[in-house]
């Protein structure tokens, strides 16, 4: 079997309105919208989903509304689905709508798999020269005045018990762990050969249960500034960003969204293999953000919240003391 993965995800919100905004500032298509339902799609056809709380057939929340319900993964081959269909058949929660099977997994999570709806894209992304390799040429590098994220690429959540979140994703869909804080927590990849990592465990002292953020990705650095700062100027919050995670390499930027915990961009995650061999981390600000900017950037004086406003002039152009 292989995981491909996120197909879609689904919300339990309590505010549609500012979701249905949050969604549309932050690059994604609206399919569809109702007064108990929205249905949205990235670049690949990744779907995010928002529902009211008491819609029919939303899974329980592992926490209070709003947050993520249900996560949806995609597998290549109708094979790839029968092969997780009898592993999900002795675990908790089991449904089968013939298309999509799922269960519920240790901490509490609708998981479901289906054959992937998404869509292959044709994009062009930056290239970067180093003092190597002089691969853009004769071309500026883009700027963005918004993103367009290509798919939701990881989530992260708080558990109870790590060891249980871990086996089950280790045996019931073939994940494997990229990298570790020991007894704390596990970066796990859908396959050998993928980005660094598409699902992120926590476990904390207080056994937590709950989201952390759910991540987009995008083309690269440059329309992660620009996605972000597009943000900004319409008014969401910035949890922190724009920075840069040392263990997976990744750009990346938070804001805090209506539909529950936070929301990511990001590009330019570590590729790894079947030859890449899990390290070990002790949890801490230099190694979450090798640096950050704690409030953001204002999206039109470009500069860090609550920093002096640009005057027009060149930075050397200062009178002498």
């Known amino acids: 079997m292989s995981v491909e993965g996120i197909d879609e995800v689904s919300f339990g919100a309590l505010d549609l309105a500012a979701c249905q905004r949050f969604f549309g ?7 569809s919208a109702s007064a108990q339902k929205l249905v949205y799609e990235s670049l690949n056809g990744c ?6 709380s008491d819609t029919p057939g939303l899974p329980p929340g592992i926490e209070p509304d709003p947050t993520l319900r249900e996560v949806v993964w995609g597998v290549q081959t109708q094979a790839d689905l029968d092969a997780i269909r009898e592993k999900f058949k002795s675990q908790p929660g ?23 709806r998404k869509r292959p894209v044709a994009l062009t992304a930056a290239k970067t020269n180093t003092w190597t390799d002089r691969v853009r040429v004769n071309q500026p590098a883009p700027a963005y ?10 989530v992260v959540f708080f558990v109870k018990d ?12 073939g994940f494997v762990v990229s990298d570790r804080y020991p007894n704390r ?25 709950g989201l952390n953020h759910v991540a987009f990705t995008v083309r690269d650095l440059h329309e992660v500034i620009g996605g972000g700062l597009n943000m900004s100027r319409q008014g969401w919050h910035t949890e922190l960003g724009p920075g840069r995670h040392p263990i997976s390499s990744a750009m990346f930027w938070y804001y805090e969204s ?16 079947a030859d890449w061999q899990p390290r070990e981390f002790t949890p801490g600000p230099t190694v979450f953000a090798e640096w950050a900017i704690k409030g953001g950037i204002d999206g039109n004086t470009r500069r860090q919240k609550n920093a002096e406003a640009p005057s027009g002039k060149f930075m050397t152009d200062k009178p002498k003391a």
Request: overall charge negative.
């Open 185 to 209: 927590g596990h970066f796990m990849r859908c396959a050998p050969n993928g980005g660094h990592h598409d699902l992120f465990l926590l476990e904390t002292p207080d056994k937590r249960v």
């Open 258 to 273: 209506p539909a529950g915990a936070l929301w990511e961009y990001y590009t330019d995650e570590d590729e790894l293999t």
């Open 25 to 31: 500032d932050w690059g994604l298509t609206q399919v």
């Open 94 to 116: 089991f449904v089968d709508s013939g298309d999509r099977v799922g269960c519920t997994d240790p901490n509490g999570l609708a998981v479901r798999v289906q054959v992937s």
């Open 162 to 173: 790590l060891a249980a979140m871990t086996a089950f994703y280790e045996q019931c869909l």
């Open 145 to 154: 005045d918004r993103a367009t994220p290509v798919e939701v690429g990881h």
């Open 47 to 52: 779907r995010v989903i928002a529902a009211a």
